[in-house]
């Protein structure tokens, strides 16, 4: 999901649910720090951390920051699976795989303008069991065996 659509939703989402959300943004990899600091500061329960080129680049910082000021937080890409809490969005290997697809229907003269603009159909959860122990939290079993 874009992120723009997601910074969107997920504040609206929020209130519809009674949940207080406060926004920390880092739109350069100097401002990552900050941004974690500040949620800290602000006594964060959790954190969204949105795909998007800056927090891909820096998966591995990201997760660190997360890791260091003690928040857990959601991602939105595998790679962020390695050291990450909990990862859930779409399957990567899955749109690939859809692609090919569209490369084929192309190639056989279809204009790309008549193709249907798709939106993922799988999607996986991650949860690293070894984060969650390192913040304390405690996973239910219907999860875990949910994931496996």
Partial sequence: MH??????EVPSTARKRGVALSIVEATKTE???TAFASAAA??????IVFGDILTIRQATRVV????????PAIY??????DGGLVVYGPDIADLF??????VDKILKG???????????????????MKT????DLTVPPLVTRSCR
């Avoid at 992120?3 to 969107?8: F, G």
């Avoid at 602000?42 to 954190?47: I, K, S, T, V």
């Fill in 64 to 71: 660190g920051l997360a890791a260091e000021y003690h928040l």
């Fill in 31 to 33: 401002e990552l720090d």
């Fill in 132 to 135: 969650a122990k390192a913040l």
């Fill in 97 to 102: 795989r859809r692609a090919g697809g569209y």
């Fill in 42 to 47: 602000q006594r964060a329960d959790a954190m």
């Fill in 110 to 128: 279809t204009k790309p303008a008549d193709l249907p603009v798709e939106q993922p159909t799988k999607f996986e959860l991650v949860i690293n």
């Fill in 3 to 8: 992120r723009l659509l997601l910074a969107e």
């Fill in 76 to 81: 939105f890409f595998r790679q962020f699976a």
